[in-house]
């Protein structure tokens, strides 16, 4: 009898000493105050849609066109990156071109060439690109009343023959310094010194000259 009341208490102490030892490794029940709990396919289907309003992309343009899109922000951006050109200049991009001459009356026996200055001033927003077919930029002339032509400014010049292109940027100007001759020119008359681009021949402008 002793020995097997001995037994029965040996089995009873094993037996507690391996429920102790399982419980380290068992699992908690979930805690349902907790907005990670999901009970069921319900509360997973409402979990997800509140994951995807609360999404940074929610809402975002699915329209390709449209100003928001991915792709008009993308063009907007590197439309941003790269110079603009306008390549066919206007009267609406340019300003008129202004034209200096001096003297304005120029004693003809002292004053052998008469200076020019012809500047062109882009005040557009846009830069414009001029190409011209070889090293002439300028044509400046000196006309009689009439219109006839007595001097021509390029006529003592040789140019290069390669194209040539000429930019202005956004709110600058180029300006054009030359000299061209009296020769021709006769005391007690009225000419007019005229100066444009040699392409853009709508950017003329002239002054009058009264030589002694």
């Given at each position: 009898?002793?020995l097997?009341?001995?037994?029965?208490?040996?089995?009873?102490?094993?037996?507690v000493s391996?429920?102790?030892?399982?419980?380290?490794?068992?699992?908690?029940p979930?805690?349902?105050?907790?907005?990670?709990f999901?009970s069921?396919?319900?509360?997973?289907?409402?979990a997800?849609?509140?994951q995807q309003?609360?999404?940074?992309?929610?809402?975002y343009?699915?329209v390709?066109?449209?100003?928001?899109?991915a792709?008009?922000?993308m063009?907007?951006?590197?439309?941003?990156?790269?110079?603009?050109?306008n390549?066919?200049?206007?009267a609406?991009s340019?300003?008129?071109a202004?034209?200096?001459v001096?003297?304005?009356?120029?004693v003809?026996?002292?004053?052998?060439?008469?200076?020019v200055?012809y500047?062109?001033?882009?005040?557009s927003?846009?830069?414009t690109?001029?190409e011209?077919?070889?090293?002439?930029?300028?044509?400046i002339l000196a006309?009689?009343?009439s219109?006839?032509?007595?001097e021509?400014?390029?006529?003592d010049?040789?140019?290069?023959?390669?194209e040539?292109?000429?930019?202005i940027?956004?709110?600058?100007r180029?300006?054009?310094?030359?000299?061209?001759?009296?020769?021709?020119l006769?005391p007690g008359?009225?000419?007019?010194?005229e100066?444009a681009?040699k392409?853009?021949?709508d950017y003329?402008?002239s002054?009058?000259?009264?030589?002694?």
């Amino acid at each position: 009898m002793k020995l097997l009341a001995l037994f029965l208490c040996l089995v009873s102490v094993l037996f507690v000493s391996a429920e102790d030892a399982a419980t380290p490794f068992a699992e908690p029940p979930p805690d349902e105050s907790t907005p990670f709990f999901v009970s069921g396919g319900a509360a997973l289907e409402d979990a997800l849609l509140l994951q995807q309003r609360n999404s940074p992309a929610t809402g975002y343009p699915r329209v390709k066109k449209s100003a928001d899109s991915a792709l008009e922000q993308m063009r907007r951006f590197f439309s941003g990156l790269a110079p603009k050109f306008n390549l066919l200049p206007s009267a609406a991009s340019l300003d008129t071109a202004t034209l200096v001459v001096s003297p304005r009356d120029p004693v003809l026996k002292n004053q052998r060439e008469l200076a020019v200055t012809y500047t062109v001033r882009n005040n557009s927003k846009e830069m414009t690109r001029m190409e011209f077919s070889n090293g002439q930029r300028i044509e400046i002339l000196a006309k009689t009343p009439s219109g006839s032509v007595v001097e021509r400014w390029s006529d003592d010049r040789s140019f290069e023959k390669e194209e040539g292109i000429v930019v202005i940027n956004p709110r600058e100007r180029i300006e054009y310094q030359e000299k061209i001759s009296t020769r021709e020119l006769r005391p007690g008359q009225t000419y007019t010194v005229e100066a444009a681009l040699k392409t853009q021949p709508d950017y003329a402008t002239s002054q009058p000259v009264n030589p002694k």
